[in-house]
């Protein structure tokens, strides 16, 4: 993905700048300075990013991607006397709703509770521990009062 959008941020660029004195990096400074932000900063996303994920799981960091263009078009606003346009607002406004519905619909999909199936015949079971054609499981809901182990 980044290769894909980095091969196309090059073709826009080299179709709006044609002067190859623009495109240098001659102090070494800035050859360093980039190179550091892009491989410091891809690091740093990728950690962040597997450490959500083990904490929260995939579905957080999926959502909260998006944000990141909010956070850009705020921090460049707030930072780079940008332009925002009207554009820039609503779709901002879709993004952080798009966001609270997701995380409305998980944390109520949280507060439901979970089902686990339970053997109510494990006398029709074989005795090599295989179940018989015609056993019945029964789905009862777990609350935080009742857990019931279905071995």
Known sequence: MCLA??????AIAICMDHTASDWTLMPSIRLVSTLYAGIVGSAFAYCLMSWAIAVKGPLYVSVFSPLLLVMVAVMSWALLDEKLYVGTAVGSVLIVAGLYAVLWGKNKEMAEPQVVNVDTDSAASSSDGKKKRGDVEMQAPISQGNQMNPN
């Open 5 to 10: 959008s980095s091969i196309q941020c090059a």
